[in-house]
């Protein structure tokens, strides 16, 4: 495990995954962080869907609105968040985020503890093969 660092990433950049309509952006993965949480960046294009319901048995997770409107999940609502918008996701709950707008939208995720990082390529593959 590398010594924790200083991270100054500018806008944009960071460890890209691309899936159609969609784009995340690692910017601090269980690497850096000593396994404690991640975060990245979830651009939707517009009008498009997210990655579909499911849960984290053992991790919250936190977005916070950083462009646009998401819709998210929590449980069973639905939530718009818009830029400077919080919300926090319990471990075990089912969530999903999907842009409705016509315009691109993007959330911050926070994922705590970290090591979701290591589930994207065969996410970025999944969505290769199933649209």
Same mark, same amino acid.
């Given at each position: ?6 991270? +100054?990433?500018?806008? =944009? #950049?960071?460890?890209?995954?691309? @899936?159609?309509? @969609?784009? $995340?952006?690692? +910017? $601090?993965?269980?690497?850096? #962080? +000593?396994?404690?949480? *991640? ?10 869907? %997210?990655?579909?319901?499911? *849960? ?6 936190? /977005?916070? %609105?950083?462009?646009?409107? @998401? ?10 968040? $818009?830029? =400077?918008? &919080? ?17 691109? $939208?993007?959330?911050?995720? /926070? &994922? ?14 999944? /969505?290769?093969?199933? %649209?």
């Amino acid at each position: 495990m590398a010594d924790p660092q200083v991270i +100054k990433l500018t806008a =944009g #950049t960071g460890r890209i995954y691309e @899936m159609p309509g @969609m784009r $995340a952006i690692f +910017k $601090a993965d269980e690497a850096e #962080t +000593k396994e404690a949480y *991640s975060v990245s960046e979830w651009w939707l294009d517009a009008r498009q869907t %997210g990655p579909g319901a499911h *849960s984290h048995e053992t991790n919250d997770e936190v /977005f916070y %609105g950083i462009g646009g409107v @998401m819709a998210v999940r929590a449980g069973e609502e639905w939530h718009d968040i $818009a830029p =400077g918008d &919080f919300l926090r996701i319990p471990a075990g709950t089912i969530h999903d985020f999907e842009n409705r707008t016509y315009a691109r $939208a993007g959330l911050l995720n /926070f &994922f705590i503890p970290g090591g979701f990082e290591r589930n994207m390529p065969a996410i970025v593959d999944w /969505f290769k093969e199933n %649209g």
